[in-house]
């Protein structure tokens, strides 16, 4: 992605490359983001690869999205209308069913106080626009792969509680 966009080429050779590799077996993005364009090259990627996506343009439409049906990973922008992105995050980590929610922020903020902000707001990762489609994916990756070894420790720890109080 040169300049915010991402050329036809670029995401041609990505998709095939992602076709190539085992593909997750569709996992629920959703993306908030309010630019048209930014939207489509990221939705039309990310579906090559074979996540579905479900876009919202605004922050109140991410909160009644995410509520409606819990995603697995949300792609995050800051300037939004009606309720920005970091007012937006907030209020996804106030709500224990949606809290643990990975969240990765893609803006055009690239201030180093930018950064900061947005991962004291509750954001796991930071992602400043332009950026490239791969790393979009490994930011994706690794964030999905730590919410997955989250998930397996669940058990483990929840067996250690209630071992504890039985003692």
Do not use: W
């Amino acid at each position: 992605m040169r300049g915010g966009v991402a050329t036809k080429v670029e995401i041609k050779k990505l998709a095939q490359l992602a076709n190539s590799q085992t593909q997750p077996n569709r996992i629920n993005i959703l993306l908030a983001e309010d630019d048209e364009y930014n939207s489509e090259v990221v939705s039309r990627f990310l579906t090559a690869i074979g996540y579905s996506v479900a876009v919202a343009r605004d922050g109140l439409e991410v909160l009644e999205m995410a509520q409606a049906a819990i995603p697995d990973l949300i792609l995050m922008d800051i300037r939004m209308p009606h309720l920005n992105g970091l007012e937006a995050i907030r209020c996804l980590r106030s709500m224990p069913h949606l809290s643990a929610i990975p969240i990765i922020v893609v803006t055009a903020l690239a201030m180093p106080e930018d950064r900061e902000k947005c991962l004291a707001a509750g954001a796991d990762e930071y992602l400043s626009k332009p950026f490239r489609l791969f790393e979009l994916r490994r930011a994706m990756e690794r964030q999905l792969a730590a919410q997955q070894k989250s998930l397996q420790l669940l058990p483990l720890l929840t067996d250690f509680v209630t071992q504890s109080h039985q003692a």
